[in-house]
């Protein structure tokens, strides 16, 4: 798949390739933390539906560029502009074109380094995690007047018991890899230098497994019918009501300058 376009010096903002029957796609922002912005969202978007037409790939691992992060979220410089982060056209699959894309090939996160906001909600939004002894995961939108509004208030209950995940939401503070395997949010832990090799040894075992059994399995586990999880859907509804009141606050743009600013914010509930 070509990611880049021949007239631009800039590299490619995902990498996609193939290692024997998995699909590897790394976000390649790394001066930005790997962060999301629209082009992101295309080319993870369109590698996740080839990746479910092609009989040959049998399992997907995502990953970030670069030692710092896994995923810092949404690009605020971007949205500062104005621009939107979703795939053109495909505004159905969500942030990073992955979080409502649902495929029926396994999908792991290899997850080095900081995996907040929207990193969190990628590894939420995978069906399995290996997190390199160096990851971070939280979920500290309601620092910034703002909450994480890509699944992540409700796929973090689903996914660690109620109570943790009520705390971290609630007070944005981060896990690191250790705890988040004691909770059941990775699967395993490994040395930073090992994570891809380990989420890529991992694919291998499953794509050892019968293709249609696997896929079968995940779509009957997860309730997928015609690429969604109509589960989720009042979920989604919920979400984008919050999402008018809470992200058109004034709360909301004072989060946003008071971390410009380096500053405290001053919160009016408005």
């Known amino acids: 798949m070509s990611t880049a376009d021949p007239i631009s010096e800039q590299p490619p903002a995902v990498l996609v390739e193939r290692r024997g029957r998995t699909m590897l796609i790394t976000l390649n922002r790394p001066r ?34 670069g030692e710092r992060a896994f995923c810092a979220g949404a690009d605020l410089k971007e949205l500062a502009q104005g621009k939107s982060l979703a795939a053109p056209g495909r505004e159905s699959w969500g942030f990073a074109g992955y979080v409502c894309h649902p495929i029926s090939k396994p999908t792991i996160a290899a997850v080095n380094g900081f995996a907040l906001g929207g990193g969190t909600e990628l590894a939420l939004a995978s069906d399995l995690v290996v997190a390199a002894e160096s990851a971070t995961f939280g979920l500290p939108e309601v620092a910034r007047g703002v909450f994480a509004a890509a699944g992540g208030v409700f796929r973090l ?7 943790i995940a009520m705390e971290m939401i609630f007070t944005g503070e981060p896990l690191d890899a250790r705890r988040a395997l004691a909770l059941g949010l990775v699967n395993r832990v490994v040395p930073a230098a090992d994570v891809v090799d380990a989420a890529l040894a991992l694919a291998e075992r499953i794509c050892a497994n019968a293709p249609l059994a696997v896929q079968g399995s995940k779509r009957v586990a997860y309730g997928i019918t015609d690429g969604r999880v109509p589960s989720e859907d009042a979920a989604w509804e919920r979400n984008e009501q919050e999402v008018r009141t809470v992200f058109g606050s004034r709360d909301a743009t004072e989060g946003t300058r008071a971390f410009a600013e380096k500053r405290q914010p001053e919160w009016r509930a408005c």
């Not at 629209?38 to 479910?52: D, H, M, N, P, Y």
């Not at 209950?157 to 109570?163: D, N, S």
Request: net charge negative; no cysteine; aromatic share 0%.
């Open 157 to 163: 209950p689903e996914q660690v018991p109620r109570k």
């Open 32 to 65: 930005a933390m790997n962060a999301v912005n629209a082009e992101v969202s295309r080319i993870v978007g369109e590698a996740l539906a080839q990746a479910e037409l092609d009989s040959d790939v049998r399992s997907v691992v995502l990953t970030g560029a």
